[in-house]
């Protein structure tokens, strides 16, 4: 299949785009599943605002709005076909319109279906798993018992949340969440408080409580998952605020 029929909107997804998408998608989680769903009965209807192989999935008649930033990461992985590592992100659905990327270095043939090896994707973990791909410890923090779980990987430099009704792991940006905890510590000073990369290196210096409050004060904020705060009681000590601006400190260069 030449660029041209590629690049002919709208159009169906070829083999080879499905399977590296759905490779990411696991469908023993019914989250997943459902956008499998979504994925197989929508059309490409154009290119996203980064080219290459950055589209947008859509309902025939419609086209991308470009407008409009892209909506956050749904699910993110690498998956391994023979020589090449092929990234791949899926987008949260946005006005019936999934946007996604696939990337990769080496040349790779999209005219038949290809074969996946591997797979390496933040979809496949389950709760009361310690490592993730490249042996990265998993940290677990319960936001809401029997529905919400917050795993962070400070090696990584990632954070999602698992829902587990729907077997989701939901990407969350770093900035907002490290925004909450500083204000829930009441630091106020920029060199600290602008600095998300503090937050995996001193996450040590961090309460579970502090971590699961701000997080509710981050939902919160965003009002995206609306998770009920089941406890009242205050965290946040003058001590522990002190201690930590010093930790900060100590690791400025």
């Given at each position: 299949?030449?660029?041209?029929?590629?690049?002919?909107?709208?159009?169906?997804?070829?083999?080879?785009?499905?399977?590296?998408?759905?490779?990411?998608?696991?469908?023993?989680?019914?989250?997943?599943?459902?956008?499998?769903?979504?994925?197989?009965?929508?059309?490409?209807?154009?290119?996203?605002?980064?080219?290459?192989?950055?589209?947008?999935?859509?309902?025939?008649?419609?086209?991308?709005?470009?407008?409009?930033?892209?909506?956050?990461?749904?699910?993110?992985?690498?998956?391994?076909?023979?020589?090449?590592?092929?990234?791949?992100?899926?987008?949260?659905?946005?006005?019936?319109?999934?946007?996604?990327?696939?990337?990769?270095?080496?040349?790779?043939?999209?005219e038949n279906d290809i074969?996946?090896?591997?797979?390496?994707?933040?979809?496949?973990?389950?709760?009361?798993?310690?490592?993730?791909?490249?042996?990265?410890?998993?940290?677990?923090?319960?936001?809401?018992?029997?529905?919400?779980?917050?795993?962070?990987?400070?090696?990584?430099?990632?954070?999602?949340?698992?829902?587990?009704?729907?077997?989701?792991?939901?990407?969350?940006?770093?900035?907002?969440?490290?925004?909450?905890?500083?204000?829930?510590?009441?630091?106020?000073?920029?060199?600290?408080?602008?600095?998300?990369?503090?937050?995996?290196?001193?996450?040590?210096?961090?309460k579970n409580d502090e971590?699961?409050?701000?997080?509710?004060?981050?939902?919160?904020?965003?009002?995206?998952?609306?998770?009920?705060?089941?406890?009242?009681?205050?965290?946040?000590?003058?001590?522990?605020?002190?201690?930590?601006?010093?930790?900060?400190?100590?690791?400025?260069?």
């Open positions: 299949m030449n660029n041209f029929e590629l690049n002919n909107f709208p159009r169906e997804l070829i083999r080879a785009e499905k399977t590296i998408l759905f490779s990411i998608l696991p469908e023993s989680k019914t989250g997943y599943k459902l956008y499998h769903e979504k994925i197989n009965n929508l059309l490409i209807i154009g290119s996203g605002r980064f080219g290459g192989n950055n589209y947008i999935l859509g309902n025939n008649g419609t086209e991308p709005d470009l407008s409009i930033p892209s909506s956050p990461v749904f699910a993110l992985g690498t998956a391994v076909s023979g020589s090449n590592n092929i990234d791949v992100i899926i987008h949260e659905e946005q006005d019936d319109q999934i946007e996604f990327d696939i990337n990769f270095v080496s040349e790779l043939s999209f074969t996946i090896e591997k797979v390496s994707c933040y979809s496949n973990w389950n709760p009361g798993e310690k490592i993730l791909f490249e042996k990265a410890e998993v940290r677990e923090y319960i936001i809401s018992p029997g529905s919400y779980i917050l795993a962070i990987v400070p090696e990584l430099k990632k954070i999602w949340l698992h829902d587990i009704s729907t077997g989701v792991n939901h990407i969350i940006p770093v900035t907002n969440f490290f925004n909450e905890l500083m204000r829930l510590k009441n630091i106020r000073d920029p060199k600290l408080a602008l600095s998300p990369g503090n937050f995996f290196e001193y996450i040590n210096e961090f971590i699961r409050k701000a997080f509710l004060m981050y939902d919160k904020y965003l009002s995206k998952f609306n998770i009920k705060d089941e406890k009242t009681n205050s965290i946040t000590s003058v001590n522990s605020k002190r201690k930590l601006l010093k930790i900060f400190k100590r690791g400025q260069v």
